[in-house]
């Protein structure tokens, strides 16, 4: 191989007659570059973007749920006493959901309310922690002693409260009165707000404790759901197979995987178009590249005659032009991937792309996996290596006889 490298090295320096095979030599390496760069920045921001989703519903939302088909339900505590001594759990809490409407002097609106117990709460309202919870949410009873309620920032700002307001929430159940069927309704005092970074969350979510919102939609000690917190996120489906065998209807399980399913589906999917998309530019150059060889191998035919001549193989002939495409591939590769890299280090470090509010994130999100890099490097050289097959097999099949006749 080191003849067939010394001969590409040396068409690769030699200066040529025609200087147009050089500008398309150059425009070869300019494209793979480009290509590869664009295509590291772009797949970069789509993990970030995944991420970022992520960690913002895993921050909202248990990692596994237990519900009942027929709705809420009680006599829950064995359940959550066979839970316990799981190695995996890392944290579980019983959840109410009820829907309700939230009146303020200034407006009406719906509002999904969850109840939940302050000491295992943290994990779902960010902002807060435990003893912060427990003062926001505490199940007083007195009487005068309003409960306290803590809004979606989006939500409170849509109302117009702020922390020390005084709400009405309105209960889809109703309870019967000399009068007929009213509303169940509850006063509370706002008490915080909690931004998520997820708009959908933040416009419609109040949290209140488990018991006062039992009270609310006339549900006395019954739960909605067990929210269960695992060490490993990523493996709760396995989690769930070898440790929640036990559940068997009426209840199910329901992780944030199968929850989440549509949204990082349509991410992947996404990330996999724009990918697609994204390689026409290295597509584009490889063309070049095939083109540049084409037009090698027209100038350089009394070279190669003279190397069958002397007794060059077709095999080597093909390597030498086969090693030459693969050089510009590899330095754009090398080129674009260098370039990628440190265009996705100064978007991380810096910040200095801001995104409109009508984004979850405020910057944007990058998150450089190597994989992901070590794919697209690969990708992009065997398309250059694709490209090169068809310009060196025409090469190693020129008759030496007429190459020199008509060279």
Not at 132 to 159: M, R, Y
Not at 204 to 232: C, R, T
Not at 295 to 300: R, T
Request: charged share 20%; glycine share 8%.
């Amino acid at each position: 191989m080191a003849v067939e490298f010394f001969i590409a090295g040396k068409y690769l320096k030699a200066k040529r007659k025609e200087g147009f095979i050089s500008l398309i030599t150059f425009l070869s390496v300019a494209g793979v570059t480009v290509g590869v760069m664009a295509l590291v920045v772009v797949i970069a921001v789509m993990s970030g973007a995944e991420t970022e989703f992520r960690k913002r519903i895993l921050g909202l939302e248990p990692h596994i749920l237990v519900m009942n088909y027929k709705g809420s339900y009680d006599s829950y505590e064995p359940m959550l006493a066979s839970m316990r001594d799981n190695p995996h759990i890392k944290g579980i809490s019983p959840i109410l959901f009820g829907q309700a409407m939230i009146r303020t002097p200034h407006s009406f609106s719906g509002v999904m309310v969850r109840g939940i117990l302050p000491e295992n709460g943290s994990a779902l309202i960010k902002g807060f922690t435990p003893v912060q919870l427990e003062e926001a949410l505490s199940l007083d009873l007195k009487t005068g002693v309003l409960p306290g309620i803590i809004l979606g920032k989006e939500l409170a700002n849509s109302v117009g409260v702020i922390k020390g307001d005084k709400i009405i929430l309105y209960s889809s159940k109703n309870f019967i009165s000399p009068i007929g069927q009213i509303p169940s309704m509850k006063r509370f005092v706002v008490k915080g707000t909690f931004d998520s970074g997820m708009s959908e969350y933040d416009s419609m979510l109040a949290y209140v404790h488990l018991g006062h919102a039992q009270q609310l939609v006339s549900a006395k000690d019954k739960i909605s759901a067990i929210g269960i917190w695992v060490d490993e996120v990523f493996k709760v489906k396995q989690i769930r197979e070898e440790y929640f065998n036990f559940i068997e209807y009426p209840f199910y399980i329901r992780d944030w995987m199968d929850i989440n399913h549509s949204l990082f589906s349509a991410l992947k999917l996404e990330k996999t178009a724009m990918f697609i998309i994204l390689t026409l530019i290295i597509l584009v150059a490889a063309f070049n590249i095939a083109s540049a060889l084409i037009m090698m191998v027209m100038e350089k035919t009394k070279d190669i005659a003279v190397l069958k001549a002397m007794g060059a193989t077709n095999t080597i002939i093909r390597r030498i032009f086969i090693i030459k495409g693969m050089i510009i591939g590899l330095f754009g590769t090398l080129l674009g991937t260098t370039f990628g890299v440190v265009v996705c280090y100064f978007l991380k470090k810096y910040d200095f792309i801001q995104l409109p509010e009508a984004y979850p994130f405020s910057t944007l999100p990058v998150q450089l996996e190597y994989t992901d890099v070590m794919i697209i490097s690969v990708s992009a050289i065997f398309i250059c290596f694709l490209s090169t097959l068809y310009p060196s097999f025409k090469a190693s099949k020129m008759d030496p006889v007429e190459a020199i006749r008509y060279g």
